[in-house]
């Protein structure tokens, strides 16, 4: 693809030859206001090749799989997330099953657990809030793995790789999966914030860890020396656009939501990967090429985009 003229000082041009890979987003949140264009042409320029955008509710999975028609870069990923399992409606699961059985290339997630709601439902409500006030309570732990097991099992039983978000619940999530259903192709551990202690046992079930932009914050030590210990071959790099905001040395792109409040973008990946290369001690060419590496072991060999598919 010729990406016109490029000066070997400019940093920017060399990222460009590099191919990033958003391991989880949510392109699809209504705080981006549908500005889709805007926001994959600012990824596409500076070398994002492919997104797995997470669904989370019956409500926005007709999104996700809009956003996959219209986009070749998205991966499309539908599930029930926990913090909007009371959402649900009887129908989900065949709702789900059809979503993932007519949308090509297809993967399952977000699905998970989370403890940290139920002992922070304050906190919870304000992070649900949005523009509507919102009351509810969060969804009992009985629901979640019920839940959990069962969006497992439909993955499971596809051969799908999965998403999965947990806080505060690691080891409960470990035993859910060393009991099975664990799905074959392995899973990513969004954003994994456990004990560096399970990292080996999660790797062993084909469990894939999730670094996100916030991570690179100073703050965050422990989240980094736990990053420090995942096997290479099992990190993968996540925007989780919009959230997640990464620390502003890493963040070169920012979009102004509808409250002024500032949405992460998947554009940022480079500015990441800049980061974590620092933080690993790697090159940034030698730690791009291991993570594409991995998306595509855990998602890419799913879905071609068009593109790639012509000739030079
Ligand atoms: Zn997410």
């Known amino acids: 693809m010729n990406r016109g ?24 949140d209504e ?37 996959a028609e219209r986009f070749p870069e998205v991966i499309p990923s539908f599930g ?14 065949e709702t789900l099953i059809r979503w993932l059985d007519r949308t090509p ?5 977000e699905i998970g657990v989370d403890r ?5 439902p304050d906190r919870w409500r304000r992070y649900r809030q949005g523009a509507i006030p919102f009351a509810g309570k969060p969804p009992e732990w009985a629901l979640q793995e019920s839940m959990v097991i069962s969006q497992l099992e439909i993955a499971a039983a596809r051969g799908l790789p999965v998403t999965i978000h947990c ?13 099975g259903p664990c799905p074959g192709p392995g899973f990513l551990l969004h954003s994994y914030g456990g004990p560096v202690e399970l990292v080996d046992r999660f790797a062993e079930l084909g469990g894939y ?5 916030s991570a690179l914050d100073p703050r965050r030590q422990r989240q980094q020396e736990v ?61 791009t090429g291991q993570l594409a590496e991995n998306f595509h072991r855990l998602f890419g060999s799913l879905r071609v985009p068009p593109r790639l598919q012509v000739g030079p």
């Not at 933080?279 to 030698?286: A, H, K, Q, V, W």
Request: one cysteine or more; aromatic letters at 8%; a negative charge.
């Open 80 to 93: 029930y997330h926990p913090w909007y399992l009371e959402e649900r409606t009887t129908a989900w699961r």
């Open 5 to 28: 003229p490029s000066s070997l000082k400019d940093p920017s041009a060399s990222q460009g030859r590099l191919r990033f890979f958003d391991a989880h987003n949510h392109l699809q």
């Open 105 to 109: 290339g297809a993967v399952v997630g």
């Open 227 to 287: 990053f420090h210990r995942i096997p290479i071959e099992r990190l993968l790099v996540e925007t989780d656009a919009p959230d997640q905001m990464p620390p502003e040395l890493h963040r070169p792109s920012v979009l102004t939501g509808p409250s002024g409040s500032l949405l992460n973008v998947p554009a940022n990946l480079p500015a990441i990967h800049a980061g974590l290369a620092e933080l690993t001690g790697r090159s940034l060419e030698s730690l």
């Open 167 to 179: 806080l505060r619940a690691f080891g409960r999530l470990l035993e859910i999966l060393e009991n």
């Open 116 to 120: 940290w709601m139920l002992e922070n």
């Open 209 to 213: 860890f999730g670094f996100p932009g």
């Open 31 to 67: 705080r981006f206001e549908g500005r889709w264009d805007e926001l994959i042409d600012a990824a596409r320029t500076v070398g994002v090749e492919r997104m797995v955008v997470n669904g989370s509710c019956e409500e926005d999975w007709p999104v996700v799989a809009m956003l």
